[in-house]
């Protein structure tokens, strides 16, 4: 009597049935047996299906068959994948630079995967997406494979300030049955480099008056690795004493590495010219993706002046004849700055006037702007050594100080005042009859008085008439 199996699903090697007996008398029983050592596939297969049949020779005529017994131990698969997701660098600083992402995938169940695969789930780069490959796609249970891919960083990416991705792996039991492994997420954070610089300059360099337009530019770029947007520049130190400059910029946004060109003008004052420069220095601003605002370094153009100091002098005299000592003459003194300063301290020295006592000169205004004038006034009395000389000849120089200092002198201005012709005729004729009476009469021991009264000459003769007309 035996046992054999007639139908065995096992992928091993057959049980070989063993019975402690091979002779049975009628309702005699035996038990016999056999060990089977499970295998992978038998897992994989879900079950081992053993049918067996047991024969034996009776003392006489053929051998007996039992009828077939089938014993089916199912297997109970526990199928799990596990996802470890990583990424090298972990940081970015730059457009195009390139992540490795790392996909470590375990079978951590007790059946055979296959088609194993990843996939991002959710990736918040915005370049092209990365392209997962795994070099197995099938697992035996506690077996891995580490799956990889690459990404390219973008502007944008660097922008957002992170570049998030999620992903999953999958895998086919035998059974056909589709699993999924946890999510696993890596996060590649941006190292935000946030700089401006500013070039400030200004056109032309030079000024010479007020009124001047100058155009100032200023060079805005961005340095760093992210877009800067807002960008705007102020006057940190306005230019001179007028109407600070309106800065416009021709756009607000620039990515990184690139530039702008913002301008304002500003209308040049007194006050500057006399100031000698005008000093500006403004600063770039602008705001970062993620929120902090960004500064440039202060940029400072100097625009200078060119002085020209000038002042002229016009002296003029009321009346211009006089006729007799004792009459007064105003002195007026035009006084004008010709030049791009102004002048303060305003004085005038005047200078070969008559044998009187000196004009005392008074002027209205002592500062003048570029191109203004003032009249100064002075009044002189005639004296009598005036009328004889003829002229009264009086030179005069104005002079200032401009606002940095020097001192600037006008060229000297004469105004002459004459004797009235016929007051010097009667005077001079008047003297030379009276010389020629006296040589005439001189013989006579009669006394000769002359007198002058009101610059007319009388002479009177007391005796000394000739004898003869008696």
């Keep these: 009597m035996g046992v054999v199996d007639t139908a065995f699903s096992g992928t091993g090697a057959p049980p070989v049935v063993t019975c402690p007996v091979t002779t049975l008398v009628p309702q005699a029983t035996t038990t016999c047996t056999s060990t089977y050592t499970v295998t992978q596939a038998d897992v994989d297969a879900g079950s081992i299906v053993n049918t067996a049949v047991a024969s034996g020779t009776p003392p006489t005529g053929p051998p007996v068959t039992s009828p077939p017994s089938t014993v089916t131990v199912a297997t109970a698969p526990a199928s799990a994948l596990t996802l470890a997701k990583t990424a090298v660098p972990s940081t970015m600083t730059a457009v195009g630079q390139t992540i490795t992402y790392s996909y470590a995938i375990v079978n951590a169940g007790n059946a055979t995967l296959t088609g194993v695969g990843v996939a991002d789930t ?54 056909g049955a589709v699993i999924t492994s946890n999510a696993s997420t890596a996060t590649v954070t941006a190292e935000a480099v946030l700089s ?33 947007t807002d960008v705007r520049v102020a006057d940190t130190a306005p230019p001179g004493s007028g109407v600070p400059a309106v800065v416009t910029c021709p756009v607000t946004t620039l990515a990184p590495q690139a530039s702008t060109t913002c301008t304002g003008t500003y209308t040049v004052t007194q006050t500057d010219i006399d ?15 993620t929120g902090p605002p960004v500064a440039s370094p202060p940029s400072t153009a100097t625009v200078t002046v060119t002085p020209n100091p000038g ?23 035009l006084v004008t700055n010709t030049g791009n300063v102004t002048l303060t301290d305003l004085g005038l020295r005047d200078t070969g006037r008559g044998s009187g006592v000196p004009a005392v000169i ?109």
């Design 311 to 333: 002042l002229t002098l016009s002296k003029t005299a009321a009346p211009r004849r006089v006729s007799a000592a004792g009459q007064r003459i105003t002195y007026s003194y």
């Design 196 to 228: 401006l610089t500013l070039v400030k300059t200004a056109s032309p360099s030079t000024v010479t008056a007020a009124g001047q337009t100058i155009t100032y530019s200023y060079l805005v770029t961005n340095i760093g690795n992210v877009a800067v």
């Design 362 to 470: 008074t002027c209205p205004v002592t500062t003048l702007a570029p191109q203004a004038s003032t009249t100064c006034t002075g009044i002189y009395v005639v004296r009598r050594a005036d009328i004889n000389a003829g002229v009264i000849v009086n030179t005069a120089t104005a002079s200032g100080r401009s606002l940095s200092g020097p001192v600037v002198t006008s060229s000297e201005s004469t105004a002459a005042v004459v004797v009235a012709p016929a007051v010097r005729s009667r005077a001079d004729g008047g003297a030379d009859r009276q010389k020629s009476e006296i040589r005439n009469h001189s013989s006579n021991s009669t006394k000769i008085k002359i007198t002058d009264r009101k610059k007319k000459h009388h002479h009177r003769h007391r005796g000394g008439h000739s004898k003869r007309r008696r």
């Design 122 to 175: 959710a990736f918040s780069g915005s370049g092209t997406p990365p392209v997962v490959t795994c070099p197995v796609t099938t697992l035996a249970p506690q077996a891995s494979t580490t799956c990889t891919s690459t990404y390219t960083v973008t502007q944008a990416d660097l922008n957002a300030g992170s570049i998030v991705n999620t992903a999953t792996a999958s895998g086919t039991t035998p059974t």
């Design 275 to 289: 100031a000698g420069s005008i000093v500006n220095t403004a600063t770039a601003f602008g705001t970062s993706p």
